[in-house]
């Protein structure tokens, strides 16, 4: 079955500055992946999702890029803002097989003022 | 549009005690996934529907979870007997179809003393 692993699992960036979080996938079949912003006590809600059609897409302040061969990809935040501060999870997913959604363990973003 | 809707908020049982959550999806989502989401960790699928059939529980412990949809609409998920262990957030979220997004719940904590 699919595996994701995400990095890092902390990750503090001063206000402004941009943050980059990456995650690897383990089943080639997988070609949904979304990202979830989990704020404390809170449910994960998707913030940008990327299908495996592309290689890039652009939310505001907000990207995912996605390597196929090398089976990874990655959200980047620049500019960012005291109210990125949450969890943010990677997830893959075999859409159009079992459809089922795995997440990765989670990046706990600081931002620091 | 209202949300998917999740019963109890919280919940605190002895070990060894039964529990029930409940789970009411987006009107019209095919596709209902159960996670289990232990604090400090990425939700981890336990079950997932398309409409009533059972489509993975690979991970689901079996000899003491149990899940239904019936109607291919709302689901139940039971634990019997409790464990300590099984203390964590019960998210439930439906998407519409193979290739939609996944809405979740605002989950139930359970705490088993």
């Known amino acids: 079955g699919e595996n994701v692993e995400q990095h890092p699992s902390t990750l503090s960036v001063q206000e402004g500055d941009s943050a980059v979080i990456k995650c690897t996938y383990s089943?080639?079949?997988?070609?949904?992946f979304p990202w979830y912003k989990q704020e404390l006590g809170k449910r994960p809600q998707l913030i940008i999702d990327i299908r495996s059609n592309v290689g890039e897409k652009k939310d505001q302040r907000i990207a995912v890029t996605l390597n196929k061969t090398a089976k990874h990809f990655s959200l980047h935040i620049t500019e960012t803002q005291p109210e990125d501060s949450a969890v943010y999870f990677c997830a893959a997913s075999p859409l159009n097989r079992d459809d089922k959604i795995i997440f990765g363990k989670g990046t706990r973003l600081h931002i620091l003022p | 549009e209202a949300g998917v809707a999740q019963s109890p908020r919280y919940k605190i049982i002895e070990k060894r005690q039964s529990v029930a959550f409940w789970c009411n999806p987006i009107s019209g989502h095919a596709t209902l996934y159960w996670y289990q989401q232990i604090l400090g960790q990425g939700p981890k699928l336990l079950i997932q529907f398309q409409n009533n059939g059972v489509v993975d529980d690979s991970q689901l412990p079996k000899d003491r979870f149990s899940a239904e949809r019936l109607k291919g609409v709302d689901s139940t998920l039971k634990i019997q007997p409790a464990k300590l262990e099984d203390s964590a957030v019960y998210l439930c979220?439906?998407?519409?179809?193979?290739?939609?997004?996944?809405?979740f719940g605002q989950g139930t904590r359970l705490t088993v003393v």
């Open positions: 979220a439906s998407s519409l179809d193979r290739y939609g997004e996944a809405f």
């Open positions: 089943d080639s079949a997988s070609n949904y």
